[in-house]
C-alpha cells in the first residue's frame, strides 16, 4: 500500500513538473498551432487568438481559442520550417534564397497571407532605399541589437520608421539608412518583431501593414491602429517573423 501511494506521487509530481516547464508565453509570443510544443497559456490580460492553422499568438485583451497542436489527419505539416512565421503548405514558383544564413542573424518573414513567407529586404538589394517584402531568393538577414533592426551587409543597413506628422496619421514608413538613427526601438518577442515609441501610441506593438506601392513592391509599414482593424484600403495586415532555417524557404 506504501509503495502504491509513493508511486502515486511520483506520477503526480511528475505531470506538475511537466505542466510548469510548459510555463506561459511571451506578450506577442506563438501559443500554438499545429505543431506547436510550447506554451499555450497567454499571460493575464492576454488571449491566444489563431492567426491560421500553424500560428496562434497571444495578443492583448483577446479572447483565448483552443490551441491547435497537432495536424488533422487529412493535413500534411509544412516542411522547411524553423523559427517562427510557419504557415500551411503553399504552392509557389518563388525560388528558395541561396545565401546561407550567418549564425546569429535571422531571415524575417510574413506569415499571414497574401505575403505569406514573403521576406524583409530593400526595394533596390543591398542599397538604402524602402523596406519591402520580397521573394526568397533575395531575403535579407538581419539582427536586433540596442533597439536597433540591422540589415547585415558589408555596410550594415538600419531600419527608420518615418516621423509621425500628426494624429490622422496611422500607418508609418519603414526605410533602409546607412545612418544609424533614433526613431523607435525594435525588439524580439519570442521570434516577432516588435516596435514600440513612447511618443507614438500604438494599440498592438507587433501589428504591422504591407501597402503596395505603384509599382508593386510590398512597402512595410508600421501599423499604429488595431491588427485587422480598420485596415487602410489596399493593405494587409501582416505580423513579422525571424525565420532561421540554413537558407529562406518559399
Known amino acids: 500500500m506504501r509503495a502504491r501511494t509513493a508511486n502515486s506521487l511520483l506520477f503526480l509530481s511528475a505531470g506538475i513538473t511537466s505542466a510548469l516547464a510548459q510555463g506561459t508565453a511571451s506578450q506577442w509570443g506563438q501559443c500554438g498551432g499545429i ?24 495578443l492583448q485583451g483577446a479572447a483565448s481559442a483552443p ?12 516542411t522547411g520550417s524553423s523559427g517562427g512565421g ?20 535571422s531571415f524575417i518573414r510574413a506569415a499571414e497571407d497574401p505575403n505569406f513567407h514573403k521576406y524583409l529586404q530593400s526595394e533596390v538589394l543591398g542599397t538604402a532605399s524602402d523596406a519591402v517584402l520580397g521573394d526568397p531568393s533575395a531575403a535579407a538577414q538581419f539582427v536586433i541589437t540596442n533597439g536597433q533592426l540591422v540589415q547585415q551587409l558589408p555596410t550594415p543597413l538600419y531600419a527608420i520608421v518615418e516621423p509621425r506628422a500628426n494624429s490622422t496619421v496611422m500607418k508609418l514608413k519603414v526605410t533602409w539608412s546607412t545612418t544609424l538613427a533614433s526613431s523607435g526601438t525594435f525588439s524580439w518577442s519570442g521570434d516577432t518583431v516588435l516596435w514600440d515609441n513612447p511618443s507614438v501610441p500604438r494599440q498592438q506593438n507587433n ?16 501599423n ?18 525571424a525565420y532561421t532555417g540554413s537558407t529562406a524557404t518559399p
Open 67 to 78: 490551441a491547435t497542436t497537432s495536424a488533422p489527419a487529412t493535413t500534411s505539416a509544412p
Open 86 to 105: 510557419g504557415g500551411p503548405s503553399q504552392t509557389s514558383t518563388a525560388s528558395s534564397g541561396t545565401t546561407t544564413l550567418v549564425p546569429g542573424n
Open 207 to 222: 501589428a504591422w501593414l504591407v501597402c503596395p506601392d505603384a509599382n508593386g513592391n510590398r512597402d512595410l509599414y508600421v
Open 224 to 241: 499604429l491602429g488595431a491588427y485587422a482593424y480598420n485596415t487602410p484600403a489596399g493593405c494587409a495586415d501582416e505580423t513579422i517573423h
Open 35 to 58: 505543431g506547436w510544443t510550447g506554451p499555450t497559456v497567454c499571460p493575464a490580460g492576454w488571449g491566444c487568438s489563431v492567426v491560421n492553422p500553424y500560428y496562434s499568438q497571444c
